[in-house]
């Protein structure tokens, strides 16, 4: 088949979330069972074009919205000529993805209109045979009403939510920049939300198929507790919503080759997992490298559970265990994680955002903590659970579907699922409870040791949900 991919940000060329991974690595999988994917994203000006070679692909046009003209110049990867990336000034020529320091760009709704456009016209104007138009989020959720309202395409289009807190709500004033038909789709079964336009809502109403990344988040997006305003929205659409969780790369993640670690080691070279923790905990200046070594990683940001560590620090300090914070987000927890950073000699916090120490700490960590409030599908308890570290995660979304307590496994053999802890409640006293119950498995070190090397080879690769995606192309 021949699938069109867009997405607002696309690893390693831009990257400020999950979503960058799996539109780096759906993709791949795609490819690798031989069907012709095309990515198309946004060139922005922090793009390194030598590095990752990306030249002009020739084509360059304009397009007159509402009286103003937009020009476009298409580039593409001189090695991998499907990887399409879309130059136009007022996309791209920013300092952030979405925001800068200052908050939100007050324009992001006229930026990611035209990517929209850009993505069709794009489609036709290459002569790409297209079978499916696989779209992602808010940024790129508008081209499903373009598609099937203004240029009137039989193409199918797939919508994937990747996280439905982010929406694209803007004024309605905007459908007249972005040339949108009033009449047509100012409506509550179009891009109409409260008297403003939702570009989620739009892509929810206009695609054939929606899809998020995990089965028990397409069941929680239906409530009002995390439906975000589009619980009615999307249990009307039920019908055409369908859950598919996340794979991870299993070439970026593998303990075997991974250049950023201080040491490789595997199931059957396992010592050297503990060798990374004692050069992580020299490195840092942590106490005892011996013991066990609980990490976070992740944005800060509520979502993610980040206020339960920050009640929680003053009670780490008295375990006999280190403690590893890497994040970076909203201004207030960065502010209040740094004024932390230097106050107990058993807990390192690292306000930034780097890929490299990142894959040391999953690398070098017992425990991965993860007390998301919702998790759509969550990236870091599977990459933790491929470097053995165990997950210890709030039972919800996308965690509820890759990790399993283990106390619920009988038999570690022949579970198919990783295994770690899980928590219910998302409350302070929850979340002590289970990394004391985490400690105690420590304290078997056998039993730990397998559940480990066990999660290390449970397959979360994207073989599964490619296929899954391929049925649903089809179908
Ligand atoms: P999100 O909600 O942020 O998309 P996911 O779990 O889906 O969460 O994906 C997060 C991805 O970003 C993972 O690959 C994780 O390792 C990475 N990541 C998050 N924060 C950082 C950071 N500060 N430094 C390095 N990598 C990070």
Redesign the pocket.
Known sequence: MNILFAASEIFPYA?S???A?VAHALPDALREVKHNVYTIMPLYSMIDRAKYNIVPSGLSFEYWLYGVRHQFDIFHRADVPEDIFVYNPIICDRIGLYHDAYGEFGDNGLRFGLFSYAVLEVMIRMKLKIDVIHINDWQSALVALLAKTRYVLDTKVVLTI??LAYQGVFTKELMYELEIDWEECFKFDGLEYYDNVNFLKAGISYSDVVTTVSKTYANEIQTPLFGYGLDEVLRINSHKLVGIV?GISTDIFDSKKDKDLYKNFSTKRYKGKNDNKLALCEAFGLADGNRPLFIF???FTS??GVDLLLEGLHLFKDFEANFFI???GEDYYNHRFETMAHTYDNIHIEV????A??HKL?ASADFLLMPSTF??????QM?AMRYGTMPIVAKTGGLHDTVVDFTDVGNIETCPKGVGVTFSEHNLYWMLHAMAKALSLYGNYDKFKAISKHNMLVDNSWKHSASEYIELYKG
């Open positions: 990257k979330g999950g979503l991974d990747h996280n996340n990683i992740g944005r979502q993610k890497l994040g970076s930034g955002y780097d890929e120490l990142s999953y998790e759509p599908c969550g990236l870091n990459i």
